[in-house]
């Protein structure tokens, strides 16, 4: 006996009922696709949108940083370890930045804030948040001159534009409060009101003679990577390569914890919808060989009369298990693909029922609602569909296996 073959003839004497189960598991892999590729997606942009707000996806900083922040912990021979960095694969970007807190004033208020002093010559676009957000203006081209760049909520809190003055205090490296004067040379705006009304981009040398700071010091350095997933991995190898008691290596996880926690918390939510609906799309396989199995009760106690073995009985209803999940995968790839190639390449605006704040955990989200997939989360649906599938069949199969022959005869 051809088992594929019989398996296969078998399948398709109830027509409907495999159309209707291969639907379901189709269906299965769309909603699969949806919840994973959505995890995939605003994952990744709220993991590299937070690390281009400032820190990187791992940080180098004084030890005790990221406990307690101050001025006075900073990094020396910051030129010699950028160097070191940029060097080991999977590097996007190193950038040496200031970061601190500061107050700024104007002559109509005064409000607090952050500033981060950059050197533009090692920032780019893509690789800082606030550059990419530029809506009027021009970012200052030297390390040391007197221009700011100032959030959009701030500019309007301190009745600032292009030109004007800016008031800036905060603490030296010795506790000693001190003052500069700056003119506003580009006003950014991300999105996310906590950013725009309190960050501030100042030239890093200009910050380093305010702060008392050496020509080659600085509060970190921001690592940028290809791939966030291999942050710990990168991690761990910039540990070995330039570690030392007075620094330290933080990944994104570290630095950003709440960020962190959002995001754990809706991976595992996302888990949890994603096998519920593995539950329920397994229930309806299981039913349907069930099914299947019951109702030919007297032609399987005829193959068992005949002389065929209880073993290839099992094996025959888990071969029409199988080809139940190849029928369902194939309709599942061929409602998948046009719903996914639209979200991933157009998406859904949702800016509507978002607002005008498009945060989480301080960080922006994409208020266009996109999917997209690793090829390990492909890997992971196609397998995990499958294998619900073939499992669904197994008691089927059993049961088919123990049918006396003669009862089945009788009561068929």
Do not use: C
């Not at 960050?199 to 890093?204: D, G, K, Q, S, Y």
């Not at 290809?226 to 933080?250: M, S, T, W, Y």
């Amino acid at each position: 006996m051809n088992v594929l073959k019989f398996a296969w003839r078998n399948l398709w004497r109830q027509k409907r009922r495999t159309l209707i189960t291969a639907f379901s598991i189709g269906f299965g892999v769309l909603l699969a696709v949806t919840f994973t590729g959505t995890g995939d997606y605003g994952y990744s942009n709220m993991i590299n949108a937070g690390a281009r707000m400032g820190l990187g996806h791992i940080t180098i900083e004084p030890a005790g940083y990221n406990q307690a922040p101050s001025l006075d912990k900073r990094l020396k021979d910051t030129g010699a370890l950028r160097q070191a960095v940029r060097e080991m694969p999977g590097i996007d970007a190193v950038i040496v930045r200031i970061v601190g807190q500061a107050m700024f004033a104007s002559a109509r208020k005064t409000v607090s804030g952050m500033f981060l002093g950059i050197d533009p010559a090692q920032e780019s676009p893509e690789q800082n948040l606030f550059l990419r957000s530029i809506i009027e203006g021009d970012i200052f081209s030297g390390t040391s001159g007197s221009a700011v760049v100032i959030g959009q909520k701030m500019a309007k809190k301190l009745d600032l534009r292009l030109g004007k003055k800016l008031i800036y205090t905060t603490t030296d490296a010795e506790g000693e409060i001190v003052s500069e004067i700056a003119r506003v040379s580009a006003i950014f705006e991300t999105g996310v009101d906590e950013i725009d009304g309190g960050m501030v981009l100042l030239p890093i040398d200009r910050l380093r003679s305010t702060l008392r700071y050496g020509p080659d010091e600085a509060t970190l350095i921001a690592v940028t990577i290809h791939d966030e997933r291999h942050a710990l991995r990168l991690k761990k190898a910039i540990a070995e390569r330039v570690g030392h008691p007075k620094r330290e290596i933080l990944s994104w996880q570290e630095t950003q914890p709440d960020l962190a926690g959002i995001i754990a918390l809706d991976r595992g939510g996302n888990y949890i919808s994603q096998v519920l609906v593995g539950l329920l799309i397994a229930a309806g396989i299981f039913n349907t060989l069930l099914m299947s199995v019951m109702e030919r009760k007297k032609e399987f106690g005829v193959m068992l009369a005949v002389g065929l073995s209880p073993a290839n009985l099992f094996k025959l209803v888990v071969v029409e298990s199988l080809w139940l999940a190849l029928i369902g995968l194939l309709a599942g790839v061929i409602m998948t693909t046009p719903w996914y190639a639209y979200l991933y390449t157009i998406g859904i605006d949702l800016s509507g029922a978002m607002g005008d704040n498009y945060s989480a955990g301080g960080v922006l989200i994409d208020p266009i609602f996109k999917i997209k997939l690793y090829k390990e989360s492909v890997a992971g649906i196609l397998i995990g569909v499958f294998t619900l599938t073939i499992l669904s069949g197994l008691y089927p199969a059993w049961r088919v296996a123990r049918l006396p022959p003669v009862e089945s005869l009788k009561t068929a």
